[in-house]
Nanobody, 116 residues
Framework: VQLVESGGGLVQAGGSLRLSCAASGSTFSINTMGWYRQAAGKQRELVAAITSGGGSTNYADSVKGRFTISRDNAKNTMYLQMNSLKPEDTAVYFC??????????WGKGTLVTVSS
């Protein structure tokens, strides 16, 4: 499975961005997907996750009410709609996929910078 993120960039505080993660390869094996982020000097943290059918999602407390995760299995793509962005949301955002056999796959990341 290969994962490629897109949609990062520079935005002012209060603005919005939409990240995309395109999956290719053995996409039939993908189960849960999620977005993680890593700010400079900090550990990677889970931002949001979504089950295979999209019926269940969970979010980090810091993004609840501002971010929305979704996936389109027909397009093998996952999204993260980020609204009301804050400077503390600045990080590299990574796409993650967990296969049904518990293999972990990661994208290379996309940088989101929120200016104050």
């Amino acid at each position: 499975v290969q994962l490629v993120e897109s949609g990062g960039g520079l935005v002012q505080a209060g603005g919005s961005l939409r990240l995309s993660c395109a999956a290719s390869g053995s996409t039939f094996s993908i189960n849960t997907m999620g977005w993680y982020r890593q700010a400079a000097g900090k550990q990677r943290e889970l931002v949001a996750a979504i089950t295979s059918g999209g019926g269940s999602t969970n979010y980090a407390d810091s993004v609840k009410g501002r971010f929305t995760i979704s996936r389109d299995n027909a397009k093998n793509t996952m999204y993260l709609q980020m609204n009301s962005l804050k400077p503390e949301d600045t990080a590299v955002y990574f796409c993650h996929a967990l296969s049904r056999t518990y293999m972990n796959y990661w994208g290379k990341g996309t940088l989101v910078t929120v200016s104050s």
